[in-house]
Structure formats: C-alpha cells, structure tokens
C-alpha cells in the first residue's frame, strides 16, 4: 500500500478533540487499574516525557521489587536493548519476565508490561515483545490476547494518521519507510503502514488484514464502549494498531483500554513514550531550569558527548559550533578496525578533556560523522562494532578524575552506555525534560557523581538549535 507525504496542516483538518473530556474518561478509567506498570526501555531516551519516576539499569529481583514497592504506579527498566544482538535480547527479555512474574507472585501484585521502543520503528521487534509473550504464558496462567502498537509521539513529530505512521519534517508529514531512520542498517524496514510493517518485521506471521485498527474519528467522537468492545474481540496475540495526533487520542484509546483489561483481556504494548505517560497518570511538568539543574556550582567545565549519526544530530552539533565557549574534539571511532591506533587515539581523547573540563572548558567530543560500512549481510559485526565504538566513548566518563558541570550524551546507546557504564547508575529519577522531548536524570546515590542532573538528548529529537540551547542553559548563558 502506498503512503502519500502530507502537509503538517493536515492535521488541523482532523475532527475536533475534546481535551477535558478526554481527561476525564481517562483520569476515571485509571482509578480502576490497579496494576503496576514496568516500562521495559530499549535506550534511556524513553522517559522523555515523563517526571518523578524511577530508572532501574538492572532487572534483579531485588530490583523489580524495590520497583513493585514504590508508591507511583509506573517504573522504568533500561534494558538498552537496542545496543544488544538478538541473541542477547532475547536472553535479557526471558530473564526479566521471568524475575517480574517472580517478584509479582511473591507480592501478589498485578502488573502489565510495555516494551518502549523507537518513535521512528527502530529495535528486535517483534523479538522483545514474542520473548516476553512466550516466556509469561510458559512460566503462568496468563494468556496474552493481543498487543497494541503506538508509535505516536508529538514531541518528535511522529503522527499516525489511517493507520500510517508519519515523521514530521519541517512542514512536511513523511511516511516513516521513507525517511532515514527506516533505512537503518541494523533495524531497517520499508513499510510505513503499521499493518503491513507488523507483517513485514513478522515475516507473515501476522497479517495486515488480521490487525484492529483503532481510527482517530473513533477516539475523537469518545467511542469509548465502542473501542473496549472491539479489544474484547481481540485473540492469539493479534495486533492493535492505534492511530493519534494528539495526546487525547492516547487518552481516550486508554479509558477504552483499562475497560478491556477490567473484563479480562491482557495485552502487551510496543509504544513510543506516548502511552506510558498517560498509562502512569503522569502530570504535566514545566521545562526544567538551570537552578534545577546545576546544585552544586563548580569552576571545571560542562561535557558534551555525541554519538549519534542521524541527521538531526549533526545538524545541531554544527549548530553548537556556533558557540566560541566551547572546545570541540573529534574522536577518529573509524580506527575501530586498527586496535593499536584506536587505544592510542581514545587515550588522546580522554587526556584532553580532561585537562579542558580542569581549566574550567566546557568540552563537546563527537564521535566521527561517517559511518561504517562493512557491507551487505554484516549487521551483527556492525552492531559489535558499535558498541566498542560506545565502550571506547564511554571510557572517557568512566576514567575522568574531575567532576564536570554538567553532563550531556547525544544519542540512545550513547546515552545508556554513559548512564549505565560510565556513570554507574543503579537507580535514576526522571526529574521531567529540559527540552521537549529531553529527558534529564537525576543520578543515584551509588553513581559515579551523586546526585548530577544527566541530559540524555535522543538522536533523533529537537529543533535544529536545541543542542546549542540545552548546553548555553546548563553553562548560565541563557
């Protein structure tokens, strides 16, 4: 099926939607769903819309339980998945449902987990949400009827509009399979319509023609009865593709949702950051400030790491050049393949910014812009190669001796991998976005820098001048 570009005006043409109504039937439904909520997260930049929510960086037991025993409804595991081979993924995948349907029949808890994944289609899909599936079902008597996809997500301009997922380019809706992110060489695809790219990434299995559709005119004219009567049809794991231009349309799908769920039904989820926002019953927070940020006032410099590749993210390193009161320093990563000269360059690397951050420069390291390519058929040894390429970025956080001011990594596995690594955060909590869509942690107790505000800037987010802004804010020259 063909996917036609729209103009971003398009939708402004969409039916009128009801914002306090959709409130209302979603702030009642949540009353009634008494299930916690575990987010697996495939890269840190999922919590980009949520605040006050904890981050665990493993999937213990002791973990998921201290999750469990939280007063808030929903809590984030990163799983960094998206950095791991499938052979990894699925082990990881097997073992926390495994652990979570442990911890829950101990606690005899109730819970419903949702596998966070890239607004632009990236990641093991359908490998992480099948694991999760048959390892439940083996493990219980749970039985899983049907999984909803929701890529929706307005921070990043990523719109589902008949049942094709959009990215939103300047004034320009552009179907998802044609825009860079599909021709991913690691989790490439060319569908656009979500039917169809659930059959194409399922290889058959599941089919276009089999999957519900839940349709922006149902969830703006509040079919609510409607929509949860069609869940309750739902059977074998089939597909629910949910289509939204607004927050309001998660909100509705999620009253009809939880209606479902009270009659019996279990789903599984593969979402954008969206619906755990909504499914939370998080509360809207305000950008965050410099005061909020920066507690504890030093006169060594700020970081900066940037990983990514996509074009946004070059397009705002260039921008950040712009800024005299910055040291920029390239990090050769294509010396990958000569091991002796890449230990030699990542020493040269560490060993500046160091000195740079001592002598109170805010330093920006960016890996080098063009990618490798090791040709057809090789996406496991390009994988591997990128996480030593991500080891190597994330030894300079691991092997600094000085504090910097302030910490900012561009890019999902950048970010996990200097979270979790670098930093060696156990347990973060969200303190809510410095920009749209930015998500910044506040570091646990047993991290590296207690208590440091960690800016985790996805790729493949913000206006072409948001990197320059976060890091003019963070340096006090906002």
Known sequence: MESMRLNAEYLKQLPAVDKKEADKVAAEALKELNKKIIVLDDDPTGVQTVNNISVFTDWSE???????????????IL??????TEKETEAVHREIAENILAVATRLDKEFLIISRGDSTLRGHYPLETTVLRDTLEANSA????????????????RFTLNNVHYVQTGTELVPAGETEFAKDRTFGYSSSHLGEWVEEKSNGAFLAKNTLYISIEQLRAMEVEAIAEQLTNVQDFNKIVVNAADEADVKVFTAALVKAIQAGKNFLFRTAAA???????????????????VNEETTNGGLIIVGSHVKKTTEQLEKLKELSSIEFIEFNTNLV??????????????GAVEDF?????TVAVYTSRKRLDLGENKKEEELKLSVSISDAVTSIVTKLKVRPNFLVA??????????????????????GQIRPGIPVWITGEESKYPGMSYVIFPGNVGAVDDLKTVVELLSGKD
């Open 275 to 293: 619906l755990p926002k909504v499914i939370g019953g998080v509360q809207d927070k305000g950008l965050l400030t410099r005061k909020e940020l």
């Open 410 to 431: 561009k890019g999902g596995i950048t970010s996990s991998d200097v979270g979790t690594k670098g930093l060696a955060v156990k347990r973060a909590t969200v303190a």
């Open 337 to 350: 393949l000569e091991p002796n000269k890449f230990k030699e360059e990542c020493e040269r690397v560490i």
């Open 62 to 76: 002791e973990a998921i339980e201290a999750g469990f025993q939280e007063a808030a409804s929903m809590f984030f």
């Open 142 to 157: 749970l039985k899983i009827d049907g999984e909803v996809i929701l890529p929706y997500f307005k921070e990043g301009g």
């Open 79 to 84: 799983t960094n998945s998206r950095g791991l």
């Open 357 to 361: 951050i001592t002598a109170g420069r």
